[in-house]
C-alpha cells in the first residue's frame, strides 16, 4: 500500500541556519504530495502542496519540489527561526487510494536563537 | 477561508463518562470528515472517515462502539467516546475536506485537536 517515510527528528537547529528534512513514497497511483505543520498544542496546517512531477510548492520560505524519478518531496529553507519550531508531516494522497491522506511519522524542529 | 473548528479543546472526565467532540466546518461545506488519534510524540492515526448522511468507515482496530461517530449535516461530525477508560487519553483532531469532494491535490483542513484526559 501507500507509505511516506520522512527522516526521525528531532531536528535541532541554530537560527537562520538551512534546513532539509526529508521525505519520501511509495504510492500505487500519481498522488499530490503535502507539508502539514503542527505548532505545540494545536491541530496540523497546510504548509505547501504540489500535485505533478516537477511541481515546486512554496509558503512563508519553505519549499518542496515535486521530483518522481526519486520519489521525494524534501522539505527546505534557507533560514529558519525560532517561530519555525513545531513537527512537520509529509503526506500524500492517492486517487487510486480514494484519496485518503497517508502521513509521515512527522519530524520535530528546535530551532535554537 | 477552510477554518475547521473544534469543540472542546481540552476534556478532563471521570473513567466510565461519555465525552462527546464536535468538528464543524465553519466556512464551508464538508462533505468528508476524518478522526484522528494522536499519541505522545508519534504521528496521526486515522479512526475513521465519514461522509454525511452515512455511516462512518473505521480503520482496522478502532472500534465502532467504542467511539461513536455521527455526521448528520455538511458542517458538523461528533465523536463519542462512550463509557471512557484512562487508555482512551489521548489528543483526538479532527479534519474535513471541502465539498467538491475527493478532487487531486486537495488538503485537508484540520482542527486544533482535543485534548482527552480520563482520570
Known amino acids: 500500500g501507500d507509505s511516506v517515510t520522512q527522516m526521525e527528528g528531532p531536528v535541532t537547529l541554530s537560527e537562520e541556519a538551512f534546513l532539509t528534512i526529508n521525505c519520501t513514497y511509495t504510492?500505487?497511483?500519481?498522488?499530490?504530495l503535502f507539508w502539514y505543520v503542527q505548532y505545540p498544542g494545536e491541530g496540523l496546517q497546510l504548509l505547501l502542496k504540489?500535485?505533478?512531477?516537477?511541481d515546486k510548492g512554496s509558503n512563508k520560505g519553505f519549499e518542496a519540489t515535486y521530483r518522481k524519478e526519486t520519489t521525494s518531496f524534501h522539505l527546505e529553507k534557507g533560514s529558519v527561526q525560532v517561530s519555525d519550531s513545531a513537527v512537520y508531516f509529509c503526506?500524500?494522497?492517492?486517487?487510486?487510494?480514494?484519496?485518503?491522506?497517508?502521513f509521515g511519522a512527522g519530524t520535530r524542529l528546535f530551532v535554537k536563537a | 477561508g477552510a477554518v475547521v473548528s473544534q469543540h472542546p479543546s481540552w476534556v478532563i472526565c471521570k473513567s466510565g463518562t461519555s465525552v462527546k467532540i464536535e468538528c464543524r466546518s465553519l466556512d464551508f461545506q464538508a462533505t468528508t470528515m476524518f478522526w484522528y488519534r494522536q499519541f505522545p510524540k508519534q504521528s496521526l492515526m486515522l479512526m475513521a472517515t465519514s461522509n454525511e448522511g452515512s455511516k462512518a468507515t473505521y480503520e482496522q482496530g478502532v472500534e465502532k462502539d467504542k467511539f461513536l461517530i455521527n455526521h448528520a449535516s455538511l458542517t458538523l461530525s461528533t465523536l463519542t467516546v462512550t463509557s471512557a477508560h484512562p487508555e482512551d487519553s489521548s489528543f483526538y483532531i479532527c479534519?474535513?475536506?471541502?465539498?467538491?469532494?475527493?478532487?487531486?491535490?486537495?488538503?485537508?483542513?484540520f482542527g486544533d485537536g482535543t485534548r482527552l484526559s480520563i482520570l
Open positions: 504510492a500505487t497511483g500519481y498522488p499530490s
Open positions: 503526506a500524500l494522497s492517492d486517487p487510486t487510494g480514494g484519496f485518503k491522506t497517508i
Open positions: 479534519s474535513a475536506r471541502g465539498g467538491e469532494g475527493a478532487i487531486v491535490g486537495q488538503p485537508q483542513h
Open positions: 504540489a500535485t505533478k512531477a516537477d
